[in-house]
T-cell receptor, first 114, second 115 residues
Framework: EADIYQTPRYLVIGTGKKITLECSQT?????MYWYQQDPGMELHLIHY???????EKGDLSSESTVSRIRTEHFPLTLESARPSHTSQYLC?????????????FGPGTRLTVL | GENVEQHPSTLSVQEGDSAVIKCTYS??????FPWYKQELGKGPQLIID?????GEKKDQRIAVTLNKTAKHFSLHITETQPEDSAVYFC??????????????FGKGTSLLVTP
């Protein structure tokens, strides 16, 4: 079982609120990712990081932002939540060693914006 | 970029039967092909992976085959059990730093095993 944590697990919030979804891993992984999972199951990469102070946008355009100040922590922030942001958000990480990038996923945060 | 197609999107089998999920990929440089299982309310978990230097890998009731020439790979689950019911994702990756270590996922297959 991978040591990657996400909080909160569930969040219901009103439109216009600022929210931060937390993701932490205790495995010393350098690469971390955020995925948005729609009700149809498909996983969309929205942000990733190669290490401290590195952040990149993923394939799916997102109004969220991320930061990577510490290796173990990769929070995702929505400045002004909207109903279109309602989704499941999954965080993942990959160890620094090896050529192949097995990704370890957290349990996810289910966000509902009213 | 890499495009991964996964079929079927839903699959229903009787307990004890076999289940097969198929994926194709577009980038011949891809060399790492993991499969993930996602149970309800949880994040995806790696169940098996295969690298481009082998054609088949087996782990108990689960096996994966890879055909690099045809650019397709498949997941085989034998003697299915109700606890195999979940969403399964295939993925493909070039697995090196120039590609950004990206995993390109298929759209998922919802497997239901009925007793």
């Amino acid at each position: 079982e991978a040591d990657i944590y996400q909080t909160p697990r569930y969040l219901v919030i009103g439109t216009g609120k600022k929210i931060t979804l937390e993701c932490s891993q205790t495995m010393g992984h350098d690469k971390m990712y955020w995925y948005q999972q729609d009700p149809g199951m498909e996983l969309h990469l929205i942000h990733y990081s190669y290490g401290v102070n590195s952040t990149e946008k993923g394939d799916l355009s997102s109004e969220s932002t991320v930061s990577r100040i510490r290796t173990e922590h990769f929070p995702l922030t929505l400045e002004s939540a909207r109903p279109s942001h309602t989704s499941q958000y999954l965080c993942a990480s990959t160890p620094p060693t090896g050529v192949y990038n097995e990704q370890f996923f957290g349990p996810g945060t289910r966000l509902t914006v009213l | 970029g890499e495009n991964v197609e996964q079929h079927p999107s839903t699959l229903s089998v009787q307990e004890g039967d076999s289940a097969v999920i198929k994926c194709t990929y577009s980038d011949s440089a891809s060399n790492y092909f993991p499969w993930y299982k996602q149970e309800l309310g949880k994040g995806p978990q790696l169940i098996i992976d295969i690298r481009s230097n082998v054609g088949e890998k087996k782990d108990q009731r689960i096996a994966v085959t890879l055909n690099k020439t045809a650019k397709h790979f498949s997941l085989h689950i034998t003697e299915t059990q109700p606890e195999d019911s979940a969403v399964y994702f295939c993925a493909a990756s070039k697995g090196h730093s120039n590609s950004g270590y990206a995993l390109n996922f298929g759209k998922g297959t919802s497997l239901l095993v009925t007793p």
